[in-house]
């Protein structure tokens, strides 16, 4: 099994940035071959969307919505998956999940969230 720990939400201002961070945790094995890591957001009452995802050989994609302003990055000596969130805005708000997967478009594990509220 793999357990993903989210950190590093919490309250920002229009226009600033903040970090978040998830740990894979559990087999090593299990963590060395998912294919993915990514950042989903939800919002109460609509449906959970995809913000970011880093693949195996490094490839990433962004939705339209946070291009340009968000970055998603890995350290695999850590088995953790970064997002940098800059220029953030007030519909930025959410609770962000971390997920994992073994191919494409593919959720095999999720964090348990982490919310981020961006003031405007």
């Known amino acids: 099994q793999v357990q993903l720990v989210e950190s590093g939400g919490g309250l920002v201002q229009a226009g600033g940035s903040l970090r978040l961070s998830c740990a894979a945790s559990?087999?090593?094995?299990?963590?060395?071959?998912?294919?993915?890591m990514g950042w989903y957001r939800q919002v109460s009452g609509q449906q959970r969307e995809l913000v970011a995802a880093?693949?195996?050989?490094?490839?990433?994609n962004y939705s339209d919505s946070v291009k340009g302003r968000f970055t998603i990055s890995r350290d695999n000596a850590k088995n953790t998956v970064y997002l940098q969130m800059n220029s953030l805005k007030p519909e930025d708000t959410a609770v962000y999940y971390c997920?994992?997967?073994?191919?494409?478009?593919?959720?095999?594990?999720w964090g348990q969230g982490t919310q981020v509220t961006v003031s405007s």
């Open positions: 997920e994992a997967g073994y191919g494409p478009r593919r959720t095999d594990y």
């Open positions: 559990g087999s090593i094995f299990l963590i060395k071959a998912l294919e993915a």
């Open positions: 880093i693949h195996r050989d490094g490839n990433t």
